[in-house]
């Protein structure tokens, strides 16, 4: 049953195996609500299969995933409306304009008054001179403004975005850190966040869940993972991590843990 009080995200146990290939390895961990979480790792550590898992759009070999309460693998259909999902690798339609691709979007999700939500979200994200364009002419910068409209068209209090400014120019990507950090705010609303740009991870996350082949390796805050490892900067931890370093073994990392 889903409910209210719940938390947005609880993984037990979640295990995905491809084959004789485990692409993740019996995950542990919860999101609170309203909060900004890092799912980190290089490439093949499983970002991309959890979130799958976490959106029920992959079943796990074992394990569940509660999303507000409900399991998502046997009930998605009764959290579904209270999420989303934005990726810059999944292209919408690209010969409906936006304002067809968003009409679409907007009757799968249920959304009363669509004409008006539309024009709030394009609003918003001020995308209106883009209504009525098709969506296969627009730039990198234009369809990753219009999927952020398609993922807020519901509100979701829980929304989940994987690399949401990858190939971006820092203007444009600085944007959309900032309209997605006032929507978490404006909206209480919950992200799960795989990125591979550190500083956009120091600056919008709370907690960093770093993996590494597929297990957790790292749960903590930017800081004090930069602190645990002697680092200076998100990405030397990440870079340690990947290489197959722990805090302890990186270097200034011993001796700051024995300071």
């Not at 490439?43 to 070999?61: D, E, F, H, Q, Y």
């Not at 009409?103 to 959304?111: D, E, N, P, Q």
């Not at 082949?213 to 991590?241: C, K, N, S």
Request: proline share 4%.
């Amino acid at each position: 049953m889903s409910g209210a009080g719940a938390l947005p995200v609880v993984a037990r146990g979640l295990t995905k195996r491809f084959g004789s290939v485990t692409a993740v390895d019996h995950l542990d961990f919860c999101i609170e609500a309203g909060s900004t979480v890092a799912l980190l790792g290089g490439n093949g550590a499983g970002k991309t299969t959890t979130i799958a898992m976490l959106l029920g759009l992959i079943r796990p070999s074992a394990g569940e995933v509660r999303i507000f309460g409900a399991d998502v693998t046997r009930n998605r259909y009764a959290v579904a409306q209270r999420m989303n999902f934005q990726s810059p690798y999944v292209d919408l339609p690209q010969r409906l304009t936006v304002r067809q691709n968003l009409m679409v979007y907007a009757g799968l999700y249920g959304i009363a008054n669509a004409r008006a939500r539309i024009a709030g979200v394009a609003a918003q994200l001020q995308i209106e001179t883009l209504l009525d364009r098709p969506t296969g002419k627009l730039s990198a910068g234009q369809k990753t403004r219009v999927g952020l409209a398609k993922a807020l068209l519901n509100a979701p209090e829980l929304l989940l975005l994987d690399e949401p400014t990858a190939s971006l120019d820092p203007d444009t990507a600085d944007w959309v850190r900032q309209k997605l950090k006032a929507y978490a705010a404006e909206r209480g609303a919950t992200l799960l966040i795989a990125s591979h740009n550190m500083t956009e991870v120091e600056r919008l996350a709370d907690r960093v869940i770093l993996l590494r082949a597929g297990r957790i390796v790292e749960d903590e805050t930017p800081r004090a993972l930069i602190a645990a490892y002697g680092r200076e900067t998100l990405e030397d931890v990440f870079l340690d991590v990947v290489r197959g370093r722990s805090a302890a073994t990186a270097p200034d990392g011993a001796e700051r843990k024995a300071s």
